[in-house]
């Protein structure tokens, strides 16, 4: 079988000259693989000195199995200093990511971003799934501005930045998004805008905010349904930060409030812990943010919440009513 495999990759030729070079790439690939998962190893990379990108798909094999070392020693081979294949490159990333090794993931990752400016994405999402969040800020930041209307990656790339811990950074992302919300009319812009600029308080001028677009929708009941436990929070939330507690629970008395949104109701219920608190309605704070971490509790069990944007959201100000009742 081993040496029919190799025999039909060095010598086969299909029907149409013009795919020989496709239909040999497409067969040394198979038979590196294949020599992978039976471990012949010199056959495999005989295969791969001769068909170089036949070791995309070997290299997958590697990260699958977690073997960061050897992918790593895989990549490298064929990477130069001059010149590499930015998959290549974003591969090796995720390799040294695996390895705990991150500023040579970094520097892979910022390479293929480079070669390959699509890259930021994934990028983007392999520096949050390792948690790390200063460099995922950055590629998030990279990201935002080749979509700058795409109102849901505010709220993304906020995480992050508020999570890399670097206040400066935090104000400098909320001007940003202040201009960008400026740039769109929509009531769910505003609503998303007021919320990535608030998740800690200080960062941003609250009058540069869109809160009277957001207020005029729901005065005239513009929404979607579904819509309004994220309108109703933020909305609180900026008169919570504007120093109106009052305010902001008479707004988390809604309703719409809490309607039929599991997530929506865990951040609400936070926020309202932090109004409650600052009108010193001793024990109803307490109340209220046992509830809302029991939600919590229970909707981090969801395999489909795990990292969602909403959920960290909740998390974030969730500890912020921790910290500040407790």
Known sequence: MRAELARRTKDAEPPDEG???????????????????VRDYRARDDVLQHHPE?????????LADQAWEPAIALYTRLITDDEAN?????????????AEQWDLGHADWLRAVGEEPALARDAFDEFKHVNRWKEAALFGLLLMEQDPQNSLLWLEVALSVVLSEDEQAYGKFCRRVVELAGQNPSPQAAERAIKACLLRAGAIDLAALPGDRLARSLDEETPEKRLLPWFWGARALLALRSGDAESAKNFLTQPEAYHGNHLGRAMNLAILALAQHERKHSGEERKTLDEASQLITRLKEIQNNQGDHDLLITEILLREAESTIN
Not at 54 to 62: D, F, M
Not at 86 to 96: D, I, K, W, Y
């Open 19 to 37: 795919a020989t070079q496709a239909y040999r790439s497409r067969l040394a690939e198979s038979a590196a693989k294949f020599y992978h998962v």
């Open 86 to 98: 930015a998959t290549l490159l974003s591969q090796r990333g995720v390799a040294h990511l695996g």
């Open 54 to 62: 036949a070791a995309i798909a070997v290299g997958h094999l590697l």
